[in-house]
């Protein structure tokens, strides 16, 4: 883990097990992650890595200990590549969008939503590959596309990204696994 | 234009164009989403099992069969969901276990106790003939419901449909949206049984979206292709369903797999790349 370790805390495990089917994954985790910490989990396969990211999401449930989140917590994710199915039939833009919350009653991106994502390809640097098909970007390219955007506001943002190709300067707390 | 004006001329005609063409519309734009989901055996069992609900209900009260199949359809859809989820019975065997011993009840009621409704082959593999105001209203009804469905939960539908993990992060109830996606199809496949046919209603779930996908990398375009595509057929079919003498559904199917295969040739390739990982869906790549 990097970082002072000293802004408030985003999450907290005490005592937590993980079981599926009754057979135990995980036994008697107890972490914290800060603001602006850098942390990093290594290990080999069937440790127990994305277990752990699943509970830190709370997509899994501890069968013991607790899990607590920052109430204003928001999570970014960055999918392992190949966990995407990268035939999907999907524009680049298209998937940028998706992600957005739509306050319209029409599923259309308005003009300002069209600029805002134009934006956000242009400082990933693929503004020139919107209407391209997401397969034709390259493995970097792929990732960068999952980033979060940055404007967070004024919530803290806690971000994990599986087995990362690369790295991203924002300001965000993130949380890796290998 | 003689053959294309002639049969227009008969009320029964005009009704069935109308409702073939709807039901080619919204099961091709529903379609997109289950090919997608990797749930087109869902869809396949789902309509052997509303066949079942028809039967039973017809015991009861014929004029509320649509209701009873329909309840049916959405409780096997549930338990179907209820059942993959909970236990370590695989998808597949809980659709064909809960599925096929309704369609097989369905089957047994028709045999013993006939029927007061639509016969038992127009059921299974769709009839023109005696469409009533009634259903014409449900369906417009039902296509309604799935455009407005598709249009307000966009993104959320899309999201889920890509990638059901990272959308849950990102704040969407999946849950609730796969829910409402099965309650929407069970409605779909009820409303469009009897033009289409028991037998033959995932096959419409199933081509429209397929062509849409081997013509398309965008998936707004390919919700426009598929519901086109389903439309078209519907027209179509029932045309060659009128000079053919059969059972409407089985044309709108054939002239469905007849596209299919004139896009495949015509792309070449590229059309056929594209389709490869349709049914690679995000379900089967989470792991634990």
Not at chain 2, 133 to 151: D, E, K, M, Y
Request: with cysteine; charged share 15%.
């Amino acid at each position: 883990m990097t970082g002072t370790g000293v802004g408030p805390e985003l999450i907290r495990l005490n005592g937590v097990n993980a079981s599926y089917d009754h057979h135990l994954v995980l036994e008697d985790v107890s972490f914290h992650v800060h603001e602006d910490q850098f942390t990093g989990i290594v290990g080999p396969s069937g440790a127990g890595k994305t277990t752990l990211l699943k509970l830190l999401l709370q997509t899994l449930d501890p069968v013991a200990g607790t899990v607590w989140r920052a109430p204003d917590l928001r999570v970014g994710y960055v999918p392992q590549l190949e966990s995407v199915n990268w035939n999907f039939p999907i524009t680049v833009f298209e998937c940028v969008l998706m992600s957005r919350k739509s306050s319209r009653i029409r599923p259309w991106a308005n003009a300002s939503e069209k600029a805002s994502v134009s934006a956000v390809l242009d400082r990933l640097g693929i503004g020139d590959l919107g209407e391209r098909h997401i397969r034709e970007l390259s493995g970097g390219q792929q990732q960068r596309m999952f980033w979060p955007e940055r404007s967070c506001g004024n919530h803290k943002y806690f971000f994990w990204m599986s087995q990362p190709v690369a790295w991203t300067s924002q300001r965000v707390t993130i949380f890796c696994i290998y | 234009m003689e053959t294309l004006l002639e049969p227009l001329s008969y009320a029964f005609f005009q009704k069935g164009l109308l409702v073939a063409s709807l039901s080619g519309a919204i099961l091709g734009l529903i379609g997109v989403y289950i090919v997608l989901r990797g749930m087109s055996y869902i869809g396949h069992g789902l309509a052997h099992s509303i066949f079942g609900g028809f039967a039973a209900m017809q015991l009861f009260a014929a004029q509320f069969y649509a209701i009873g199949a329909g309840l049916w359809g959405i409780l096997s859809a549930l338990a179907i969901t209820t059942v993959t989820k909970r236990s370590r019975v695989g998808a597949d065997a809980a659709i064909g276990v809960i599925t096929i011993a309704s369609f097989a009840l369905g089957v047994a009621l028709f045999a013993k106790f006939g029927t007061s409704g639509p016969s038992f082959e127009n059921a299974l593999f769709g009839s023109i003939l005696g469409i009533t105001t009634g259903q014409i209203v449900g369906l417009v009804a039902v296509t309604v419901l799935t455009t407005s469905f598709v249009v307000l939960r966009y993104r959320a539908l899309l999201f889920s449909t890509f990638d059901p993990d990272v959308a849950a992060v990102s704040g969407v109830n999946v849950g609730r949206i796969e829910a409402a996606l099965m309650i929407v199809l069970s409605l779909a496949i009820l409303a469009t049984l009897t033009v289409i046919g028991v037998t033959l209603v995932a096959a419409m779930l199933v081509i429209p979206a397929v062509i849409a996908r081997m013509l398309t990398d965008s998936f707004g375009r390919m919700l426009a292709y598929s519901t086109l595509i389903g439309t078209l057929c519907g027209l179509v079919g029932m045309y060659t369903s009128y000079y053919a003498d059969v059972p409407s559904g089985t044309m709108i199917v054939l002239v469905g797999a007849a596209l299919f295969v004139v896009v495949l040739v015509s792309t070449g390739g590229r059309g056929a790349r594209r389709s490869a990982g349709l049914d690679r869906h995000p379900a089967e790549i989470v792991t634990k």
